[in-house]
């Protein structure tokens, strides 16, 4: 497997510059002065940013090197010729994405979204990491109490 980034390195600009805020916070006077526990506490909330930031950073670079195709065929048999980008969100264990991919439709039939079956996307906006966080943290309780616990974008299923 080759290290070597095949990827332009500032497409992890917005990541990096969480980083770097982090860092430069953790140097400061302010947290030379916290506890323990707080410390925990800042460095699990904005490393779960950087992290959340991380992946859309990762299907930002996705999308922009998705290349059109003339055509996609569904397993259907039906081709679809007409093309557009589309979005859609992606509930996860560190918070709500945005995924920008290209829909391919036609006249009465489903569109199909090539990128959807790489990045092996739910039907749902939940992604399979946060079903599974929910799904243990209701095996210790009800479900009803692990959903507060992970919120709507699943932004604490990484804690």
Request: proline share 3%; glycine share 6%.
């Amino acid at each position: 497997m080759s290290t070597e980034p095949s990827y332009p390195v500032t497409a992890f600009g917005s990541s990096h510059a969480l980083f770097e805020t982090l860092t430069t916070r953790l140097c400061s006077r302010e947290t030379a002065s916290m506890s323990h526990s707080d410390l925990e506490d800042l460095v699990r909330e904005d490393g779960n940013a950087i992290l959340r930031e991380l992946l859309q950073d990762h299907l930002n670079l996705r999308s922009a090197k998705e290349e059109r195709q003339s055509s996609v065929e569904g397993s259907d048999g039906v081709r679809r010729t007409h093309v557009r980008w589309r979005s859609r969100v992606l509930n996860t264990v560190f918070g709500k994405v945005k995924i920008q991919r290209l829909a391919y439709s036609r006249r009465d039939t489903s569109s199909l979204c090539p990128m959807d079956a790489e990045l092996n996307l739910p039907v749902t906006q939940y992604s399979d990491g946060l079903r599974r966080c929910m799904a243990e943290e209701s095996s210790r309780g009800s479900f009803d109490e692990a959903v507060p616990n992970h919120g709507d974008d699943g932004a604490k299923a990484a804690s």
